[in-house]
């Protein structure tokens, strides 16, 4: 089994860089990434620098998937992601959009938290379950480099609970190879993602993936053991949790053979939103698949 | 245990309207409420009609509670949610915000569905958990009288599947005597109601209404079982995001002793994020209860 | 010439208060109203205090028209708009969605300017030009009871510079009698009106009130010497352009003979935005009378 | 005086490309442009092919700056904007956002206009002032390679009627060199550019771009003879309302001596808000300059 070492950090999916790694479809590898900060939190002690790095959630990659060619998509099933270092660290900071209600005095703090026996051990009587989940994963786009900071249908920065072992990410391919990049793995994440730092944690992740010739997506989907997933981002929320209901429905029409204003009239009873970031406007519409017969 | 018909249909959470029964603190009664559809659709071949009724959401009420006086807060505790006819109606018309994606030739369709073991029967090939919940839910402003159409602090068309039994709803009183409406029962609901129309039923709804004296709301917020809640509404939804959280954050500080700084970066990792009709930007920010004692 | 006096201080669009004053279609009449502070700071000394008045925007009315029915369109031609008492008062305070860039520690301050030779005395060194418009006016709904916060299809807090003297504005009848209310006089605003409030006086304004009969409006529209400008209100304000922008296209189809997409092709080119209150999303959108005759 | 050639198409402000032009600080050079749909449309029976060219807006540069580096800010002299071919192109497709109150049957059409005398020939009756602007002017941030469809603080696609001749626009520098690109010159454009497509003319630009070391920018800045403005773009719009008129506030501060919430009272009363495309929710707050000396 492949492995790919963290190596440099990029923040950005970009057709400029060179492939770190060529891969057949179906190919399974272990992927190593660094923390959304960079590294810089180890310990309680230490903070978050941005003279020395400003920007957020490196990433590994480009992987290049022999054979994938714009119109195809990648489907990267995640089999399993462990903490490299066994523990996690996340910071507050400016609380932004809250700042409104909270006033702005919060203070630079980082904390670091140990992750033991399936949990995380937030403070000495808060222990969290171990719930991990990439926070960054997706593709070069053939027109602009996106940073590490936004979501869009390459992927990018979705930071959605569900993009974890078990499920399989389905990415658009817009550059020969697909150049897929993966990073910003949390050891557990809120919906909102609500200071916009995560339990973010050094990782290994198991992935593998697979190439689907001429599946043409207009954004990222996701497959759980339970549930379909489409997913949009973009501010307002209410405008992408629109865009991303419709691309499930023209999902189910398309794969599953449902009329869309029956598959609109179903999801308005069944369907089930989940919320990535929310400064960015990052969402999931979901159906539990065992509606999708039903039509 | 009082019993409250159904009687005049209301569709606006007014202080106009006088009490139609006044309880005691602590009492237990059953409110009788009419479908969101004034009950137009009975059977598939009916049709909504909105020259006869314009309006959405009719309630029951006000409920007048004694002693109740503006700085106070109702708890609602919902007790049971049942059927009154055994069947529920849903529509679709113009799918609004979707049509970007969809286009406009929605079927204006409608839907009767029986309920029956536990079970809605959508149609022939699939049916869905009966998961009854309140749509509207709130008391009389002492400004202005909003119509059944918006949700705010006052509680209103609200549509969050944890109304449910086995809940109890906070609302602020800002009238003597609470003046509490409600209305919009739905036997199950999905994240956002896509449609606007949800599983609409004429029900009866156990509820124990008690007072609580002295207690300052600024949003309703909701008990369930297993989590606290705290909502807010309006567009864009990320601004009620963000509002929600800060009022659960504010509310781990005064009542469960937690430095607000430490509850922002737990619930970062921890929170959860329920949606209410995505057209009003309404949500829920919530927490499992079992963090509470970890400050 | 009818006058009527400030009287009691409404603070809602309601049908629940019974009409001051009765006229005929096509009367002219001086209506007195008190500034959105309810006269609270009349010096720099005063202050706003909520707990004698919670609620800002004090209203005049409500006017009833004789012969206005539902359906039917009341035209307010604004003649002038005098100062009072010969001065304005404004205050700043928590600058709300401002804080994430300039902080919280803004003073709760107040400031009285005087009025004189068409010119506000902000301060020894800056003049701002006189430039009085109506902050709220509007109908009584049949549905619901709007405060004087929010705008919507009644008129309400539009906070549009472009209601001021020369202006007419068209609002629809919704109840027997139409049910006019005024108030929120400014000396002059900016665009957003950005700490929410305006220059506020106390004034008398001169308008003329005629009766459209069978002229269904989806919502207010205003005509200046040199344009027509149709409003819209609600958050994110780009979906308040776009229907404001619609609602301006439908308007040219129906009255001025465009075909729809050729009014969306022109407005593309000359259309022109202006941004009421910003925090509520309240816009105009408009275009210059002589472009209307050239289909 | 330089002349800079139209060249390959580039629809990225990208630090990837090798610059074009090297100039002096202080230079005054003329840049030709493509028009925004790549020039496919030169005759009412063109069409916009996106099979042959998917992107819009296509750029000319970059050009680099002698001794910029980050950290310091282009100022970029606008003298002069002349249609190249003596026409302009515009198109209308679907209306998106506005399918709600519109419907979808918008016909795919395109629309040359001949410019002579100072004016735009829309057709037979209706003739538009030319007012020519600059849609896309931006530098090449470090982080990311935005594409040409989205404004930010590297300046973009930026669509203001503001950036016209007479006018200067400041943009950060982040990359040595600063790599200038402009395109999408508009013969005129309405506020929101409700289409997404205004008069797209191939234009020959006369600009001066002068270089200010050490000016640390946080996005474009504008000043024009009789104002100062403040960009800020995104979704919804309200914010960037908000997020503008905190940058012109702190600018204000910085450079003309203001206490900042007396600036925030100052632009409450004579702000004024300028609309970029509406889509992207791009504004500029603006002040005139006769107000600043009056702090």
Redesign the interface.
């Known amino acids: 089994m492949k492995h790919l070492p963290v190596g440099p950090l990029y923040?950005?999916f970009?057709r400029?860089h060179e492939p770190r790694l060529q891969i057949e479809p179906g190919e399974t590898l272990v992927v190593a990434t660094e923390d959304a900060l960079s590294g810089q939190i180890r310990s309680d002690a230490d903070r978050r620098d941005k003279t020395r790095m400003?920007?957020s959630n490196p990433l590994t990659g480009p992987i290049a998937v022999e054979g994938a060619e714009p119109g195809d998509a990648l489907a990267v099933a995640i089999g399993a992601i462990r903490p490299t270092i066994g523990q996690c660290a996340?910071r507050?900071a400016?609380?932004?959009?809250?700042?409104?209600?909270?006033?702005?005095d919060?203070?630079h703090?980082t904390?670091v938290c140990p992750i033991r026996d399936g949990w995380?051990h937030?403070?000495d009587?808060?222990r969290?379950p171990y719930a991990p989940m990439l926070g960054c994963i997706g593709t070069a786009p053939d027109?602009?480099?996106?940073?590490t900071?936004p979501a869009g249908p390459h992927g990018g920065n979705l930071d959605l609970v569900e993009t974890c072992p078990g499920s399989t990410i389905f990415l658009p391919v817009f550059v020969p190879g697909g150049r897929l990049y993966l990073g910003d793995a949390h050891a557990?994440?809120?919906?909102?993602?609500?200071?916009?730092?995560?339990?973010e944690m050094p990782a290994e992740s198991t992935i593998t993936v697979d190439l689907i010739k001429g599946k043409r997506l207009t954004g990222p989907r996701i497959e759980s053991p339970e549930e379909i997933l489409a997913v949009a981002s973009?501010?307002?929320?209410?405008?992408s949790?629109?865009?991303a209901?419709?691309?499930l429905?023209?999902w189910m029409e398309a794969e599953h053979g449902w009329d869309?204003?029956r598959a609109?009239?179903?999801?308005?009873?069944?369907?089930?939103?989940s919320?990535g970031y929310?400064?960015i406007?990052t969402v999931a519409?979901k159906v539990e698949k065992r509606?999708l017969?039903?039509?």
């Open positions: 923040y950005e970009s400029h400003p920007y996340t507050t400016d609380p932004k959009q809250l700042c409104e209600w909270l006033g702005t919060c203070p703090g904390h995380i937030w403070s009587s808060v969290i027109w602009g480099s996106p940073t900071a557990a994440m809120g919906h909102g993602e609500l200071s916009a730092t995560g339990l973009g501010c307002p929320m209410e405008r949790i629109a865009q209901y419709a691309q429905i023209l869309r204003w609109y009239d179903l999801l308005t009873h069944v369907g089930r939103i919320v929310y400064g406007g519409a509606y017969a039903g039509r």
